[in-house]
């Protein structure tokens, strides 16, 4: 069956741009996270969405990242002004039901590099 | 809050030998503990996880790991290593109930295993 998939899979861009990542869940899954995989870093939690509905933003590492959800299935998360230290995999994943103990499905990642 | 630890960074075994990925972790409130692994230029999959039932958990490809509360410990293991088990490792906590944010689920930094021919 269709499992998580991300787009898009590559993106290189220049620092200061845009980026708007996307990221298509299982479907029926009603919650949806987003995660960040730098190099020798391990696995930074970024987010996560109920539904629609995203309750903590906390994990987000600056202003400069947002994320949402629509119709309770596709999630964009966005990236203003890049910067070098963007540079990462990002990482979404879906579960039926929030958390524990409803595994994580996860997506193929998005490979970032900020030039 | 709650924490993990995966008490080694790279583990290297013989192919055919025993493989143990060693996990601790520490939390306030009964645990949701799973193993993933991430194959190079793979997404996560899911190998085994424990949810209060059987404390030894078996997963897929011949994994299973053992819940020991007394030692706070979620270790990993397998009888005989496949060179297919290369990967990278990571042990993975959640709590019931979860008050939302970045806290709620905890990923280690991950154990590299490297399986010599």
């Known amino acids: 069956g269709a499992g998580v998939s991300q787009s898009p899979s590559n993106k290189v861009t220049e620092k200061g741009k845009d980026v708007e990542l996307r990221c298509d869940p299982i479907s029926g899954h009603t919650a949806l996270y987003w995660y960040r995989q730098s190099l020798g870093q391990g696995l930074e939690f970024l987010i996560y969405?109920?539904?629609?509905?995203?309750?903590?933003k906390s994990g987000l590492p600056s202003d400069r990242f947002s994320a949402e959800r629509t119709g309770g299935s596709v999630s964009t998360l966005t990236i203003q002004r890049t910067q070098q230290e963007d540079s990462a995999v990002y990482l979404c994943a879906s579960s039926l039901r929030l958390l524990s103990p409803y595994e994580q499905y996860f997506g193929p990642g998005t490979r970032l590099t900020v030039t | 809050a709650q924490s993990v630890t995966q008490l080694d960074s790279h583990v290297s075994v013989s192919e055919g030998t025993p493989v143990l990925l060693r996990c601790n972790y520490s939390?306030?409130?009964?645990?949701?503990l799973f193993w993933y692994v991430q194959h190079p230029n793979k997404g996560l999959q899911l190998l085994l996880k424990y949810t209060s039932a059987a404390t030894l958990v078996k997963g897929i490809n011949g994994f299973e790991a053992e819940f020991k509360k007394s030692e706070t410990s979620f270790h990993l293991t397998k009888p005989s290593a496949h060179m297919s088990d290369a990967a990278e490792y990571f042990c993975?906590?959640?709590?019931?109930?979860w008050g939302g944010g970045a806290d709620g689920l905890t990923f280690g930094k991950g154990t590299h295993l490297i399986i010599q021919p």
């Open positions: 969405f109920q539904g629609n509905s995203a309750p903590d």
């Open positions: 993975v906590v959640s709590v019931l109930p």
């Open positions: 939390s306030s409130y009964s645990p949701s």
